[in-house]
């Protein structure tokens, strides 16, 4: 079983940019779906942005235009981008495949 490791968290202010990554501990070709989640404190894990084996992507309205999650099949390292970061993106950020175990992520903070 594929296991991730997430990194690329920190402080940031208002409107600035991160980009989290996730090494695999193995091959990512075969995994079809690669997905971030993320969990702000006294919430739900919530889905953030997704990525197909293929390319196709989906995020939460929240991120849209803002957010881009994309992967690397010879790194197998899944990314995501984050840009022009709100005060409500701060949280846990994780990545994920179906039938995973939870990684401990990585903290993203924004903050002035």
């Known amino acids: 079983q594929v296991q991730f490791v997430e990194s690329g968290g920190g402080l940031v202010q208002p409107g600035g940019s991160l980009r989290l990554s996730c090494a695999a501990s193995?091959?990512?070709?075969?995994?079809?779906?690669m997905t971030w989640y993320r969990q702000a404190p006294g919430s739900q894990r919530e889905l953030v942005a997704m990525?197909?084996?293929?390319?196709?992507?989906n995020y939460a309205d929240s991120v849209k235009g803002r957010f881009t999650i994309s992967r690397d099949s010879v790194k197998n390292t899944v990314y995501l981008q984050m840009n022009n970061l709100k005060f409500e993106d701060t949280a846990v950020y994780y990545c994920?495949?179906?039938?995973?175990?939870w990684g401990r992520g990585t903290q993203v903070i924004v903050s002035s």
């Open positions: 193995g091959s990512i070709d075969s995994i079809y779906v």
């Open positions: 994920h495949s179906s039938g995973s175990t």
């Open positions: 990525i197909t084996s293929i390319g196709t992507t």
